[in-house]
């Protein structure tokens, strides 16, 4: 559905009779958007893309560590809504027992047995979500050993909305499918008297009751998801047996559970790993559904639970699910290209929406981060993970749910100020690239409320800048040189350099915020702050450096190295060094010009990389470069300031085809996703431009992937990228034309396009080294504002 506002917006409170009524309509726009051969974009959207790790060693580089799996991949391929509160997704990765993944990832494409599946949502990871269910046949055990099943990956299937697989331990099929605020889940189960459906907590625990027959619901003690920590799930059958089970009480923190406490018969239990199983006689092909909602009561959770899923209607839920996906995918249109290709695009494209989660619609309660329960005064939704898709798929979201964006911003404001700063992440502020970005694009909003918090978080020192004291007094963060080998992994260090660059890209957009808003002294003090990237450049080498305390620069020091925390942020040098999307013009005079920028560029991009530590997120590398971590991601587009756009074309083909779904399965991303933050990079990129500074207006051009695609944006008007004669060999830029009339800049603006525009680009197999290479054709900077 469209609400009355122009912006896409899931059918949320309304019950599945309304989501009937409106599936028609939704399948006959799916069927006006087909694609060659009647294929449509949900039909390319496969949610298992992103799951696998890579597996060619010249991208993975030196990752991963002994005993560790790739850092690679990451993403789920549970069934959920585009921003979904809820997602119901499977869980292969037993994260009680290990951290394999740095963050609680509960699928990895490679894993072989299944554990079980989860029907909650999680604010980062789905691995967050509980209770965890599990259908076994015989035997079973308590958690975190659970029975683990093994599955076929012949018959694991994944579609926006749906999830599918055979547990072949088990011969059981499950199938998974979700709507706003619920899951679904069906079982079928062969003949057997020891049917059984285990549904329990992790190990933090909480209290589960089984409520008559049909019923299992309770109340987590540690609830991280977006939608409460109470939670009912309600079987489809009578259960025949049931009891409860957790960790015997006391500090038995020995392997497993310990003494298990399994009370057979028992309604009610809590403690750590509180569970309960219900079990049930089937015959073969019987199935059993489960579906489940949560709340910030149980009320709440049940009401939920009815409005969304009244009654069993699996295929007639997942068929909604799909109408929705369908929806939304269909406004981005693209022809050309290899299969493949279109399959990455839009399977990237589906991952992209992953955040941030809507938590409550208007009207709706939910507990805010003080954990008080309120009703939502609008759409209200999860924090946006700045330092990852704060650089790239907010501007996704601007081009294409502004309605969105709007409640995402009150969202973000109301939790600044129930806080009383603007939320930021790891060591950067970067709200301000969310909310310029969108005034930029003429998005509406109170912007000068936003900017009061976004000021104090630049000029409060017990705000979230957690060194601002430093970095205002002298301009520049310092770093403390471990008393042990330096080389990575090293975890505790400020990564003052790189915290450096990242406060001073804030700055520069807080500075244009300021003068948006008429205040000059602001605008000042921000510009001036904004520079402060060169502090930390040594020129006597050319990189960005850390620095002691008394402002000596560390030495040693290998920009080849991927120091983590010390100096740079999950970095090397070489990949920090172009962490100033702001003023790429000020960063080339500050290494003396285009000739030895381009030359420094190369190298980046051919020197082999072969460090001595190793750095856990540098994967999908080419050269020094990393497209698996945030860091670098923009540099593959710096040439379009330095009169080389014809590079930026090449590398941009390259990195689209070597670094995603290059592995056996086709599944494989560089990197993990940090919820739509790698995933939004392709799909921009493939259309043929990236956003490289998020807070201003401007896309630089790459090289378009496909013949024609058609974006319709938020505001109804459509965008239009059509390369003629592209092809795998013909990644070059001719000539292009706007709306007619030609275009010889390597960018263009957002004023360009709000009203439409088609952009028309001949593509060719050598480089046209004239096409937006003249110094006066580069995109806008800090050092040469337009």
Same mark, same amino acid.
């Given at each position: 559905?469209?609400?009355?506002?122009?912006?896409?917006?899931?059918?949320?409170?309304?019950?599945?009779?309304?989501?009937?009524?409106?599936?028609?309509?939704?399948?006959?726009?799916?069927?006006?958007?087909?694609?060659?051969?009647?294929?449509?974009?949900?039909?390319?959207?496969?949610?298992?893309?992103?799951?696998?790790?890579?597996?060619?060693?010249?991208?993975?580089?030196?990752?991963?560590?002994?005993?560790?799996?790739?850092?690679?991949?990451?993403?789920?391929?549970?069934?959920?809504?585009?921003?979904?509160?809820?997602?119901?997704?499977?869980?292969?990765?037993?994260?009680?027992?290990?951290?394999?993944?740095?963050?609680?990832?509960?699928?990895?494409?490679?894993?072989?047995?299944?554990?079980?599946?989860?029907?909650?949502?999680?604010?980062?990871?789905?691995?967050?979500?509980?209770?965890?269910?599990?259908?076994?046949?015989?035997?079973?055990?308590?958690?975190?050993?659970?029975?683990?099943?093994?599955?076929? /990956?012949?018959?694991? @299937?994944?579609?926006?909305?749906?999830?599918?697989?055979?547990?072949?331990?088990?011969?059981?099929?499950? %199938?998974?499918?979700?709507?706003?605020?619920?899951?679904?889940?069906?079982?079928?189960?062969?003949?057997?008297?020891?049917?059984?459906?285990?549904?329990?907590?992790?190990?933090?625990?909480?209290?589960?009751?089984?409520?008559?027959?049909?019923?299992?619901?309770?109340?987590?003690?540690?609830?991280?998801?977006?939608?409460?920590?109470?939670?009912?799930?309600?079987?489809?059958?009578?259960?025949?047996?049931?009891?409860?089970?957790?960790?015997?009480?006391?500090?038995?923190?020995?392997?497993?559970?310990?003494?298990?406490?399994?009370?057979?018969?028992?309604?009610?239990?809590?403690?750590?790993?509180?569970?309960?199983?219900?079990?049930?006689?089937?015959?073969?092909?019987?199935?059993?559904?489960?579906?489940?909602?949560?709340?910030?009561?149980?009320?709440?959770?049940?009401?939920?639970?009815?409005?969304?899923?009244?009654?069993?209607?699996?295929?007639?839920?997942?068929?909604?699910?799909?109408?929705?996906?369908?929806?939304?995918?269909?406004?981005?249109?693209?022809?050309?290209?290899?299969?493949?290709?279109?399959?990455?695009? +839009?399977?990237?494209?589906?991952?992209?929406?992953?955040?941030?989660?809507?938590?409550?619609?208007?009207?709706?309660?939910?507990?805010?981060?003080?954990?008080?329960?309120?009703?939502?005064?609008?759409?209200?939704?999860?924090?946006?993970?700045?330092?990852?898709? =704060?650089?790239?798929?907010?501007?996704?979201?601007?081009?294409?749910?502004?309605?969105?964006?709007?409640?995402?911003?009150?969202?973000?404001?109301?939790?600044?100020?129930?806080?009383?700063?603007?939320?930021?992440?790891?060591?950067?502020?970067?709200?301000?690239?969310?909310?310029?970005?969108?005034?930029?694009?003429?998005?509406?909003?109170?912007?000068?409320?936003?900017?009061?918090?976004?000021?104090?978080?630049?000029?409060?020192?017990?705000?979230?800048?957690?060194?601002?004291?430093?970095?205002?007094?002298?301009?520049?963060?310092?770093?403390?040189?471990?008393?042990?080998?330096?080389?990575?992994?090293?975890?505790?260090?400020?990564?003052?350099?790189?915290?450096?660059?990242?406060?001073?890209?804030?700055?520069?957009?807080?500075?244009?915020?300021?003068? @948006?808003?008429? /205040?000059?002294?602001?605008?000042?003090?921000?510009?001036?702050?904004?520079?402060?990237?060169?502090?930390?450049?040594?020129?006597?080498?050319?990189?960005?450096?850390?620095?002691?305390?008394?402002?000596?620069?560390?030495?040693?020091?290998?920009?080849? %190295?991927?120091?983590?925390?010390?100096?740079? @942020?999950?970095?090397?040098?070489?990949?920090?060094?172009?962490?100033?999307?702001?003023?790429?013009?000020?960063?080339?005079?500050?290494?003396?010009?285009?000739?030895?920028?381009?030359?420094?560029?190369?190298?980046?991009?051919?020197?082999?990389?072969?460090?001595?530590?190793?750095?856990?997120?540098?994967?999908?590398?080419?050269?020094?470069?990393?497209?698996?971590?945030?860091?670098?991601?923009?540099?593959? +587009?710096? +040439?379009?300031?330095?009169?080389?756009?014809?590079?930026?074309?090449?590398?941009?083909?390259?990195?689209?085809?070597?670094?995603?779904?290059?592995?056996?399965?086709?599944? =494989?991303?560089?990197?993990?996703?940090?919820?739509?933050?790698?995933?939004?990079?392709?799909?921009?990129?493939?259309?043929?431009?990236?956003?490289?500074?998020?807070?201003?207006?401007?896309?630089?051009?790459?090289?378009?992937?496909?013949?024609?695609?058609?974006?319709?944006?938020?505001?109804?008007?459509?965008?239009?990228?059509?390369?003629?004669?592209?092809?795998?060999?013909?990644?070059?830029?001719?000539?292009?034309?706007?709306?007619?009339?030609?275009?010889?800049?390597?960018?263009?603006?957002?004023?360009?396009? /709000?009203?439409?525009?088609?952009?028309?680009?001949?593509?060719?197999?050598?480089?046209?080294?004239?096409?937006?290479?003249?110094?006066?054709?580069?995109?806008?900077?800090?050092?040469?504002?337009?």
């Amino acid at each position: 559905m469209t609400d009355d506002r122009g912006g896409a917006r899931a059918p949320g409170r309304a019950g599945l009779g309304k989501r009937a009524a409106i599936l028609p309509l939704m399948l006959a726009a799916s069927a006006a958007t087909a694609q060659t051969g009647g294929i449509t974009p949900v039909d390319l959207a496969d949610p298992l893309v992103g799951t696998a790790p890579l597996d060619d060693p010249a991208v993975i580089g030196n990752a991963p560590p002994p005993g560790e799996p790739v850092y690679s991949g990451q993403t789920s391929p549970g069934a959920r809504l585009p921003h979904g509160s809820v997602e119901a997704a499977p869980v292969n990765n037993n994260i009680e027992l290990q951290y394999p993944n740095g963050v609680p990832v509960p699928y990895y494409y490679t894993n072989p047995t299944m554990i079980g599946f989860t029907g909650g949502g999680g604010p980062t990871y789905g691995g967050n979500a509980e209770p965890i269910v599990m259908p076994v046949v015989g035997d079973w055990s308590p958690p975190p050993a659970y029975s683990q099943s093994y599955y076929d /990956k012949a018959r694991e @299937k994944a579609a926006p909305g749906y999830y599918s697989v055979f547990l072949d331990s088990f011969r059981t099929r499950a %199938e998974l499918t979700a709507t706003r605020w619920a899951s679904l889940m069906r079982f079928t189960f062969p003949e057997s008297r020891r049917a059984h459906v285990i549904v329990n907590f992790p190990r933090h625990g909480g209290t589960v009751e089984i409520v008559g027959d049909r019923m299992i619901r309770g109340r987590s003690n540690e609830s991280r998801g977006v939608d409460g920590a109470w939670f009912v799930a309600e079987f489809s059958k009578p259960f025949v047996k049931l009891g409860t089970f957790r960790k015997s009480p006391g500090d038995n923190e020995g392997w497993g559970i310990g003494n298990s406490d399994v009370q057979p018969g028992a309604c009610s239990l809590s403690g750590s790993y509180a569970g309960a199983y219900v079990d049930f006689a089937t015959a073969a092909g019987e199935q059993v559904l489960v579906k489940m909602a949560h709340g910030t009561s149980y009320e709440q959770a049940e009401q939920r639970l009815k409005a969304e899923i009244p009654g069993w209607d699996f295929d007639g839920v997942r068929a909604a699910a799909r109408g929705e996906w369908a929806q939304l995918l269909n406004r981005v249109r693209v022809t050309g290209g290899s299969e493949k290709q279109r399959k990455l695009f +839009y399977s990237t494209l589906f991952q992209s929406f992953a955040s941030p989660r809507l938590i409550a619609a208007k009207g709706e309660k939910f507990a805010d981060t003080n954990g008080k329960v309120q009703v939502a005064a609008h759409d209200r939704y999860s924090p946006v993970p700045f330092w990852d898709t =704060g650089r790239n798929q907010i501007v996704l979201l601007e081009l294409m749910e502004p309605e969105a964006v709007k409640n995402i911003m009150a969202s973000e404001l109301d939790m600044a100020r129930e806080k009383g700063y603007m939320n930021t992440s790891f060591h950067g502020d970067n709200a301000v690239f969310l909310y310029l970005g969108a005034w930029e694009r003429g998005i509406e909003f109170d912007y000068e409320a936003a900017y009061d918090y976004l000021r104090r978080n630049a000029t409060d020192p017990k705000g979230p800048r957690g060194y601002l004291a430093e970095y205002m007094k002298r301009g520049w963060i310092s770093d403390i040189v471990p008393d042990h080998n330096p080389s990575p992994p090293y975890a505790g260090g400020k990564a003052g350099a790189a915290t450096t660059l990242e406060y001073a890209w804030d700055d520069y957009a807080l500075a244009l915020f300021a003068k @948006k808003l008429g /205040k000059d002294a602001d605008y000042r003090m921000f510009l001036k702050r904004a520079g402060n990237y060169a502090n930390v450049f040594d020129k006597s080498i050319g990189f960005v450096r850390g620095r002691t305390d008394d402002g000596q620069w560390i030495a040693p020091f290998d920009p080849a %190295e991927p120091y983590y925390n010390f100096m740079m @942020k999950e970095a090397s040098g070489w990949s920090t060094l172009w962490l100033v999307p702001h003023d790429v013009q000020g960063l080339i005079e500050l290494m003396g010009g285009r000739d030895a920028f381009n030359a420094r560029l190369d190298q980046f991009f051919t020197r082999p990389y072969n460090p001595t530590g190793i750095c856990r997120d540098c994967t999908g590398v080419i050269g020094q470069y990393v497209q698996g971590n945030q860091p670098d991601q923009q540099a593959p +587009y710096y +040439y379009n300031w330095s009169g080389q756009p014809w590079k930026t074309q090449a590398l941009v083909r390259r990195i689209l085809a070597e670094t995603y779904g290059s592995d056996a399965s086709g599944y =494989g991303y560089p990197g993990m996703d940090d919820q739509g933050a790698t995933s939004s990079w392709y799909a921009l990129s493939a259309l043929g431009f990236y956003p490289v500074d998020p807070s201003s207006q401007h896309y630089i051009i790459g090289s378009p992937l496909f013949d024609d695609a058609s974006l319709d944006m938020g505001n109804g008007k459509t965008l239009r990228i059509v390369a003629k004669n592209n092809s795998a060999a013909n990644v070059y830029i001719q000539s292009a034309t706007l709306n007619g009339r030609p275009w010889t800049r390597p960018w263009f603006s957002h004023d360009d396009i /709000k009203d439409g525009a088609t952009f028309v680009f001949t593509m060719g197999p050598r480089p046209n080294k004239s096409w937006g290479a003249a110094p006066d054709a580069a995109p806008p900077s800090m050092s040469r504002r337009r």
